[in-house]
């Protein structure tokens, strides 16, 4: 066992060393600092410029656009796509292609949430079976109105995101 110690010691001090070496000869070296350019100053006109009348027509203030409120989220579905009391699963690609399920529940309160449509116990998309998410895998049931686990062997509720729904579209805010 002593050997194999020393062995590793020696590795370990031979990949070291070079880098230690070169550090202390950096150390010792003085560099002048580079000198600041110098910015030139802009000559002074001579008579200021005035403007010209164009001859284009004029706009008044009500035809000029006005800035449009960012909504916050991604679109994922349309306001029409989902009825009320009826849940259903959407998906949206990431930026590398990878497609992701996520579960709308529409109630008379409107969109409540989205959830992750992955099982928190094994990570298989779940399905919707009636009025509930159901994981394939193992039986896992989750409630599509707040993520809660129904019946296991999951233990934890399924991610919630929060919706947006406003332009008769849904959107989900990922953070």
Known sequence: MGHISRRVFLVALGTLLPGIMNEAAGAT?????????KTKKPAPTSKPK??????SPT??????PSPSKVIEGVA???????????????????????????????????VVMAFDSKCTHAGVPTLINGSQLKCPAHGSIFNPENGEVVRGPALEPLRSYKTIEANQEIRIVIS
């Open 59 to 64: 706009v008044s203030p009500k035809a000029t």
């Open 50 to 55: 005035t403007p010209t009348p164009s001859k």
């Open 76 to 110: 994922i579905a349309k306001s029409s796509d989902l009825a009320i009391r009826q849940t259903k699963l959407f998906f949206l690609k990431d930026s590398f292609g990878i497609s992701t399920g996520y579960a709308l529940t529409r109630t008379s309160r409107g």
């Open 29 to 37: 070296k003085t560099t002048k600092p580079a000198p600041t350019p």
